[in-house]
Nanobody
Framework: QVQLVESGGGVVQAGDSLRLSCAASGRSFTPLAMAWFRQAPGSERESVAAISFMGANTYFADSVKGRFTISRDNDKKTMVLQMNSAKPEDTAIYYC??????????????????WGQGIQVTVSS
Protein backbone atom coordinates (compact mmCIF):
# COMPACT_ATOMS: atom_id res chain seq x y z
CA GLN A 1 0.00 0.00 0.00
CA VAL A 2 1.46 3.35 -1.07
CA GLN A 3 1.28 6.24 1.37
CA LEU A 4 1.97 9.90 0.64
CA VAL A 5 3.40 12.40 3.10
CA GLU A 6 3.65 16.13 2.44
CA SER A 7 6.28 18.39 3.94
CA GLY A 8 7.54 21.94 3.60
CA GLY A 9 4.43 23.89 4.47
CA GLY A 10 4.38 26.91 6.73
CA VAL A 11 3.86 30.63 6.85
CA VAL A 12 5.43 32.97 4.31
CA GLN A 13 4.88 36.55 3.26
CA ALA A 14 3.41 37.58 -0.05
CA GLY A 15 6.06 37.47 -2.74
CA ASP A 16 8.12 34.81 -1.00
CA SER A 17 8.82 31.29 -2.20
CA LEU A 18 7.94 27.96 -0.62
CA ARG A 19 8.81 24.42 -1.59
CA LEU A 20 6.42 21.58 -0.89
CA SER A 21 7.57 17.99 -1.08
CA CYS A 22 5.59 14.76 -1.32
CA ALA A 23 7.26 11.50 -0.40
CA ALA A 24 5.76 8.15 -1.30
CA SER A 25 6.36 5.03 0.70
CA GLY A 26 5.51 1.43 0.01
CA ARG A 27 6.86 -1.36 -2.16
CA SER A 28 4.06 -1.13 -4.70
CA PHE A 29 4.95 2.36 -5.94
CA THR A 30 4.51 2.65 -9.69
CA PRO A 31 5.41 5.84 -11.58
CA LEU A 32 1.94 7.05 -12.58
CA ALA A 33 0.53 10.59 -12.66
CA MET A 34 0.82 12.71 -9.53
CA ALA A 35 -0.65 16.05 -8.58
CA TRP A 36 -1.13 18.76 -6.02
CA PHE A 37 -4.53 19.97 -4.92
CA ARG A 38 -5.48 22.58 -2.36
CA GLN A 39 -8.47 23.52 -0.27
CA ALA A 40 -9.01 26.90 1.30
CA PRO A 41 -11.45 27.41 4.20
CA GLY A 42 -15.00 27.42 2.94
CA SER A 43 -13.97 26.38 -0.54
CA GLU A 44 -13.94 23.16 -2.50
CA ARG A 45 -10.75 21.30 -3.21
CA GLU A 46 -9.15 22.53 -6.42
CA SER A 47 -6.34 21.35 -8.62
CA VAL A 48 -3.04 23.20 -8.51
CA ALA A 49 -0.61 21.24 -10.66
CA ALA A 50 -0.07 17.77 -12.06
CA ILE A 51 2.79 15.86 -13.64
CA SER A 52 2.80 12.85 -15.94
CA PHE A 53 4.36 9.53 -15.07
CA MET A 54 7.81 10.38 -16.42
CA GLY A 55 7.58 14.12 -15.82
CA ALA A 56 7.46 15.08 -19.49
CA ASN A 57 4.05 16.73 -19.30
CA THR A 58 2.61 19.07 -16.71
CA TYR A 59 -0.65 20.82 -15.93
CA PHE A 60 -1.14 24.04 -13.98
CA ALA A 61 -4.24 25.81 -12.83
CA ASP A 62 -4.55 29.27 -14.38
CA SER A 63 -4.20 30.84 -10.95
CA VAL A 64 -0.66 29.49 -10.51
CA LYS A 65 0.70 29.46 -14.06
CA GLY A 66 4.03 31.22 -14.30
CA ARG A 67 4.50 31.14 -10.51
CA PHE A 68 4.55 27.44 -9.57
CA THR A 69 6.57 24.58 -10.97
CA ILE A 70 6.19 20.85 -10.41
CA SER A 71 8.78 18.11 -10.67
CA ARG A 72 9.26 14.51 -9.64
CA ASP A 73 12.00 11.96 -9.03
CA ASN A 74 10.70 8.43 -9.52
CA ASP A 75 13.87 6.85 -8.18
CA LYS A 76 13.43 8.72 -4.91
CA LYS A 77 9.61 8.45 -5.08
CA THR A 78 9.23 12.17 -4.50
CA MET A 79 7.37 15.10 -6.03
CA VAL A 80 8.02 18.79 -5.48
CA LEU A 81 5.84 21.87 -5.87
CA GLN A 82 7.92 25.03 -6.05
CA MET A 83 5.78 28.01 -5.17
CA ASN A 84 7.19 31.37 -6.21
CA SER A 85 5.71 34.85 -5.88
CA ALA A 86 3.26 33.54 -3.31
CA LYS A 87 -0.04 35.38 -2.89
CA PRO A 88 -2.46 35.47 0.06
CA GLU A 89 -4.97 33.62 -2.10
CA ASP A 90 -2.55 30.67 -2.19
CA THR A 91 -3.36 30.09 1.47
CA ALA A 92 -4.85 26.62 1.80
CA ILE A 93 -4.21 23.06 2.84
CA TYR A 94 -2.19 21.43 0.09
CA TYR A 95 -2.65 17.77 -0.75
CA CYS A 96 -0.41 15.43 -2.66
CA UNK A 97 -2.17 12.86 -4.82
CA UNK A 98 -1.19 9.87 -6.92
CA UNK A 99 -3.04 7.94 -9.56
CA UNK A 100 -3.29 4.15 -9.76
CA UNK A 101 -4.01 4.15 -13.47
CA UNK A 102 -3.52 7.52 -15.17
CA UNK A 103 -0.20 8.35 -16.80
CA UNK A 104 -1.08 11.83 -18.08
CA UNK A 105 -0.96 15.06 -16.09
CA UNK A 106 -4.61 15.38 -15.13
CA UNK A 107 -6.16 18.25 -13.20
CA UNK A 108 -9.20 16.18 -12.27
CA UNK A 109 -9.43 14.79 -8.76
CA UNK A 110 -11.19 11.74 -10.21
CA UNK A 111 -7.87 10.65 -11.74
CA UNK A 112 -6.26 10.20 -8.32
CA UNK A 113 -6.74 7.41 -5.86
CA UNK A 114 -4.11 7.95 -3.19
CA TRP A 115 -4.02 11.12 -1.12
CA GLY A 116 -1.77 12.57 1.51
CA GLN A 117 -3.00 14.03 4.78
CA GLY A 118 -2.43 17.58 3.64
CA ILE A 119 -0.19 20.38 4.82
CA GLN A 120 -1.01 23.98 5.68
CA VAL A 121 0.38 26.84 3.63
CA THR A 122 -0.32 30.36 4.81
CA VAL A 123 0.67 33.44 2.83
CA SER A 124 0.41 36.66 4.75
CA SER A 125 -0.06 40.02 3.07
Amino acid sequence: QVQLVESGGGVVQAGDSLRLSCAASGRSFTPLAMAWFRQAPGSERESVAAISFMGANTYFADSVKGRFTISRDNDKKTMVLQMNSAKPEDTAIYYCAKSKATIDASGSSRSYDIWGQGIQVTVSS
